[in-house]
């Protein structure tokens, strides 16, 4: 049942077609570019080229792409990815809007500009931390839902003239499930009405126990609006990420995660990726979820391009041969006969996974006309 092109086992094995009609022809087999061949001639081939007879499973592709352990000694330390949520209205587009004007490379590249669904900034004092700016707990549950727990902190962000709201419960559930860490910003203290203490009475009954409560819960007063205290916000997240103590490898090929992607008129499809460890760079072949590409241009949020891109750093990749979802993990592969086998092989899935879900819509169908 399962047959194979000459033309597509060349490329399984990044041989040449011509090369593998040639070995057949050495084993008495007469094939064009688009004859269908048994297992037992492709494993023939196979081996005759040198290459060792690997049948994909997701297991194998899994393994491939995660690789082996990376040594204590390798790790460097990398900057921490955080995540903004809070109820709606409390500030928290404002807040990620404030804290991209902290960045203090602004004044030279031009500033972060560009929308790729994080940015980097950097502090005074060289340290960086990395802002998912797609704030809404849709898309944190999505990717944690995914496996891709990309989050390291989450700040809630909590309007001290408004307090805890429903949103907020549910961001705070959020946090606590996925086990992230989570730092208070107490928001809109510039108003008449703001009154911190409540909030903080009000994280009580939640469980969260802020520091001068006798707790381990950082909490910060700022205002978004005005810029007040957003340092003090900053130094809170170094701290609870010198806590978590988070390092990566930079010295090996990329992995990570999709945070956004879509296809753009004149680029192709284009994804943002966050980069977990490793450093991608122009030229990687890679596997996107079910997709597959080779990096043509690396693009950060200030527009400019890179190399490179190592842990931590989100960048926005083009090269890529289809469109993956955003949560959808990435990983550089050896070459590009790989990315096709990995490729296939999750198309397939997806295929599959399609038919075995059409009856139960064709079922809803039904009862719809019903
Ligand atoms: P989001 O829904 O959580 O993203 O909230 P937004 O950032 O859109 O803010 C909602 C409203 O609150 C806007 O009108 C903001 O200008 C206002 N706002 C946000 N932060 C502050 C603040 O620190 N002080 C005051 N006075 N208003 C704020
Ligand atoms: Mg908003």
Redesign the pocket.
Known sequence: PEAITVQELAQRMAEKAPAVIKALMGMGVMATINQTLDQDTAQLVVEEFGHKVKRVSEADVEEGLIGDEDDAGDLRSRAPVVTVM??????????L?ALRKTDVVAGEAGGITQHIGAYQVQLGDGNKITFLDT?GHEAFTQMRQRGAGVTDIVVL?V?ADDGIMPQTVEAINHAKAAEVPIIVAI?????PGADPTRVRNELLQHELVVEAMGGDIQDVE?????G?NLDKLEEAILLQSELLELKANPDRNADGVVIEAKLERGRGPVASLLVRRGTLKVGDVFVAGAEWGRVRALVDERGQQLKSAGPAQPVEVLGLQGTPSAGDDFAVVENEARAREIHEYRQEKLRSKRTTAAPASLESMFSAIR
Do not use: E, F, M
Not at 86 to 95: A, E, N
């Open positions: 809070g109820h709606v209205d409390h500030g928290k587009t404002s807040l809007d704030p962000v309007a928001n809109k203290i510039d108003k700022v205002s978004a609006l005005q007040t």
